[in-house]
């Protein structure tokens, strides 16, 4: 699985390159294509009216709450006549700074409250408008209108409002430099959307006191506005966005000469949870149990205030940091390193871009909130007060204390986190800053801190560092420091993309705030793509992916490289095609192995092909297929690793047979096979499918199936043969984010021995190897049947 790992690497710095000019422009081999498609036969005015300089809008205030009513026929009535229009949109890709192949109409206005944002994007062929009332944040196979707010005016971070024709919404963070958008944060606002005989329109209405911003008595933001036409993949904006910059912000238009009033923004979370269930507690795994509970209920308190309005205050009180949403499945099996999984609760989420330090890498973070699994009370101070950026978090985290036997010493104990970040913007589009974080446990310690900075070169060209110490104290190991510096060079532009970046972990650097996912290393990572664009061709782009990675330990061995590439064919109508091929090492040494008695090489080739598509508005999928040598990690005790042959498939076909319902499955299968004797080591296959009928906008059901099944050969790994089937039922009223109601039922099903454990004089044998699983019998081992309702106050 390293090779997968190294591939991921390699196509994200083409995620990272386009992610600065349009969303559909992300990875195209990684990431699924948003490709993305806009408006208007409107002549393209000149670049140079196009620059952000130049492209502003002055905003007039509205004695009449614009609805989609005053749009009758796609025509500005009377009542909005007052309201800017703006027509003059650019595609951004596939024909850089050519016109659009359909007209986009967009008019603004504001009032005491909010900003009206109202888009009338017309369409040749309106029954090829793709649309699904489909679950909140879940509109990106569809066409979709986006406004991009910069509301500080420092072209660093910006708020996405994106909307699908029927009003859906999505919304989050974007970070000049970063993965974008980051759509875990949620906030209120208000929208409407409406399919015609002429294309689609779209009413955005955005209160002010869901932003935040300067305090003054004339604003200036800095605003794009972005349509995207999935079937023709075309990305349009205003002003233009080329995607000869590097970067989308530094190229935004202006909002100005308007008078935002924030008033007092006071907010309270209040929820209730209970839940009924019976599950295997195997703390102790000399000693597995059942565990149950007729009713078990909770309480708890989000509140949030807002200081000058760029200021935000969050405190959490009994928090209930339990996932209504589950993790999409990933492969864990035969790594080395750990697995990323992505935040989602809603307390860690606004403003998390400004603990970022280098925003390329989720696999480098120095704040990975997860780690905080379980806590009683916790409070964030994030904002911005003029060129500084400020983000501070403490909270408490009782799950040290719940993930040990009740018989333990430490079991009720509890950790403690405390972090502070502050950067300092530096002309247009640079910064520095400084971190520092804290975790304390037992009488240990874990404390890191340092500087980073982010610098724009030119229109092309950005540079970045990190470098950071860390102290450790564990009352097993003693005291321990490390570093880690941290440094790149990125460029951008039309056709090409170039990254270099070179690494140096020592071996005690150790991070309990963060996530890294190896240490003691010196690390060089290239990467180079160039695309060829056809005018007038079905095949939109093609051209050379490059990647390179070479890692040495702090003793100068060579302990790994990867050099990979591909040949990317993307078409219209969201299709790609791409072959993969390179050639990798891996050297183990008795550190990491201790069967070993020496350090030993391991080399494989490995070849791929990643296949994706969109033809119909109600049919979408993935494959990707990698074909490698590997290496056998979970060999049992006493043996060391060996070569083998890893197959390894990623499966996904989304279907939206009607409007509401949308099925999504997801195949996962990793194979690995002991090379000299040509036998299996292990199989493992998850396969999910998740149905979701969305009644209304507020109302939908979802039910989740998912198999997971590992199939160990005990002769040749250390691993436990395992299956699950589990069940999600989850009805969900959500009014807007903080007013909700949940409904679930799960179940599991597993291959679990109904004793538990080997029993001896009828307990468990302290010499056994905890859960006993069973070859053929498989029982409920846990169920949950849960309510959970939640609502915001807001002033």
């Known amino acids: 699985m390293k090779m997968l790992k190294a591939v991921a690497i390699f196509l ?170 980051d759509n875990s944060w949620d906030t209120v606002w208000n929208t409407a959307g409406q399919v015609t005989d002429k294309g689609y329109m779209v009413l955005q209405e955005i209160p002010f006191i869901s932003l935040r911003f300067k305090n003054l008595s004339s604003q200036i933001w800095g605003v794009t506005l972005y349509r995207s036409q999935t079937r023709k993949n075309e990305s349009d904006f205003w002003p233009w966005i080329s995607a000869k910059v590097n970067g989308r912000l530094n190229q935004e238009g202006t909002l100005k000469n308007f008078n935002a009033e924030p008033g007092r923004n006071l907010q309270l979370i209040p929820y209730v949870f209970g839940r009924s269930f019976r599950a295997v507690d195997d ?17 708890g308190l989000d509140a949030k205030y807002v200081f000058h309005n760029n200021l935000v205050l969050d405190a959490t009180i009994n928090p209930d940091f339990s996932q209504v ?62 060129p500084w950026n400020l983000g501070f978090f403490a909270a408490d985290d009782r799950s040290p204390g719940k993930i040990v036997p009740p018989s333990d010493p430490l079991a009720g104990s509890r950790a403690y986190f405390y972090v502070g970040r502050v950067a300092h913007d530096v002309g247009k589009n640079s910064s520095v800053g400084v971190i520092y974080t804290d975790r304390e446990y037992n009488g240990e310690f874990n404390r890191v801190g340092g500087a980073d900075g982010t610098f724009t070169l030119n229109k092309n060209w950005t540079a970045g560092f990190r470098s950071v110490i860390s102290s450790t104290f564990t009352n097993l190991n003693g005291y321990s420091a490390g570093w880690d510096h941290d440094a790149y060079i990125f460029s951008s532009g039309d056709r090409s993309t170039f990254f270099s970046e070179f690494q140096d972990i020592a071996p005690g650097f150790r991070t309990e705030t963060g996530f890294v996912r190896r240490v003691d290393i010196r690390r060089t990572n290239n990467y180079y793509h160039f695309y060829w664009k056809p005018k007038k061709s079905i095949l939109q782009m093609h051209g050379p992916e490059m990647g390179f990675e070479r890692i040495w330990d702090h003793k100068n061995t060579g302990v790994e490289y990867n050099v990979n590439g591909d040949y990317v064919f993307q078409f219209q109508h969201n299709w790609l095609f791409a072959p993969i091929i390179g050639v990798q090492s891996d050297t183990l040494r008795p550190g990491d192995f201790s069967g070993l008695s020496s350090n030993r090489k391991f080399t494989q080739d ?148 109904p004793g538990l454990c080997v029993r001896v004089a009828g307990v468990c044998d302290p010499n056994g190897n905890g859960l006993l699983r069973s070859q053929n019998l498989f029982i409920n081992d846990g169920r949950q049947l849960f309510v959970k309702v939640s609502y915001l106050f807001r002033r």
């Open 12 to 181: 994200s710095m083409a995620a990272c390159a386009h992610a600065q000019s349009a969303q559909s422009l992300q990875s195209p081999i990684e990431v699924k294509a948003e490709v993305n498609k806009s408006s208007a036969v409107e002549p393209v005015i000149p670049t140079a009216e196009l620059h952000p300089k130049a492209a502003s809008a002055d905003i007039p205030r509205l004695n009449h709450k614009p609805t989609l009513a005053d749009f009758t026929g796609m025509i500005a009535g009377p009542n909005v006549a007052s309201m800017r229009k703006i027509v003059n949109f650019t595609q951004n890709f596939p024909k850089d700074g050519e016109a659009p192949s359909e007209r986009t109409e967009v008019y603004l206005g504001y009032d005491s409250q909010n900003l009206y944002v109202v888009w009338l994007c017309f369409d040749s062929n309106p029954r090829a408008i793709r649309a699904h009332m489909a679950r909140r944040e879940n509109i990106y196979d569809d066409d979709f209108v986006e406004t991009t707010l910069d509301t500080f005016h420092d072209q660093r971070h910006g708020l996405v409002f994106a909307t699908n024709p029927h009003g859906i919404q999505a919304e989050g963070l974007w970070t000049e430099g970063g993965n974008n958008p």
């Open 283 to 299: 703390r102790d795994p000399a000693n597995p149990i059942y565990d149950s509970k007729t009713f078990q209920g909770k309480a």
């Open 325 to 386: 949403e589950s993790d999409d499945p990933q492969n864990t099996v035969n790594q080395r390193f750990e697995v990323f999984f992505q935040e989602k609760r809603p307390f860690f989420l606004e403003n998390s871009n400004f603990f970022e330090t280098l925003n390329f890498f989720q696999s480098d973070l120095l704040l990975f909130t997860r780690r905080v699994a379980d806590p009683d009370a916790g409070i964030r101070l994030t904002g911005k007060q003029g």
């Open 606 to 753: 490995f070849v791929g092909v990643v296949f994706r598509g969109q033809p119909l508005s109600q049919l979408n999928w993935s494959f990707r297929l990698m074909r490698e040598g590997a290496v056998n990690l979970v060999v049992p005790a006493g043996q060391v690793p060996n070569e083998g042959d890893e197959t390894f498939i990623n499966m996904t076909l989304g279907l939206k047979p009607m409007s509401q319902l949308q099925i999504d499955n997801t195949y996962i299968f990793d194979r690995v096979r002991h090379n000299p004797i040509e036998r299996s080591v292990y199989n493992n296959h998850i396969i999910r499918s998740k149905w979701n009928y969305q009644i209304n906008r507020e109302l939908s059901v979802r039910v989740i199936g998912q198999y997971n099944g590992l199939i160990a050969n005990p002769n040749f790994s250390s691993l436990t043969t395992t299956k699950a089937l589990n069940f999600d039922f989850l009805i969900t009223y959500l009014l807007h984010p903080g007013t909700a109601m949940y409904i679930g039922y799960n179940s599991d099903i597993a291959n679990v021995d």
